[in-house]
């Protein structure tokens, strides 16, 4: 086996895949191959994240929340659902903008599953915590993205 710093490779890879699933999230029309492919690579990014020695919540939480919005993005309900979960469990508590985005992807999930009322209570979770997000560029950000729920 060669001798690698896999602490590095991680670092690289988790980074790496993580930039890469954009290219795909920001087309506005994907094949279903494409689909696949923007999965597969946050889900290598997040599986990287995870390996990593300096991991924290609020990275897990980016990780489980980029999952949610490929799945969603995908149309599979269950699994968008199974990330956004995850992602409001370990979002520290004290950071509005990522608990924002947990909940901003709870909404989106619950209203792609069909779940108008749920959907609605985390989407108006997420727009409180919005308001409470300090850097102008990052409250907007979300905003943005709350628009685009139901």
């Known amino acids: ?25 920001d087309k506005s ?11 597969q690579r946050t889900m ?4 990287h994240w995870n390996q990593r020695e300096d991991c924290t919540p609020t990275n897990l939480s980016i990780g489980y929340w980029k999952a949610a919005r490929v799945y969603a993005l995908a149309g599979e309900a269950d699994n968008a659902l199974k990330y956004s979960r995850l992602s409001l469990e370990v979002t520290p508590a004290d950071n509005p903008f990522c608990l924002g985005y947990a909940h901003e992807a709870m909404a989106r999930a619950e209203s792609l599953a069909g779940n108008d009322v749920p959907a609605k209570e985390h989407l108006e ?26």
């Open 29 to 39: 029309e994907r094949t279903p191959e494409e689909n696949e492919e923007m999965i």
């Open 44 to 47: 290598a990014s997040l599986w």
């Open 125 to 150: 979770m997420a727009k409180r915590l919005a308001a409470k997000v300090e850097k102008t560029d990052d409250r907007k950000l979300l905003e943005n993205d709350l628009m685009t729920i139901l």
């Open 1 to 25: 086996m060669p001798d690698l710093d896999s602490n590095a490779v991680h670092q690289f890879f988790s980074v790496h895949c993580f930039n890469a699933a954009w290219e795909l999230i």
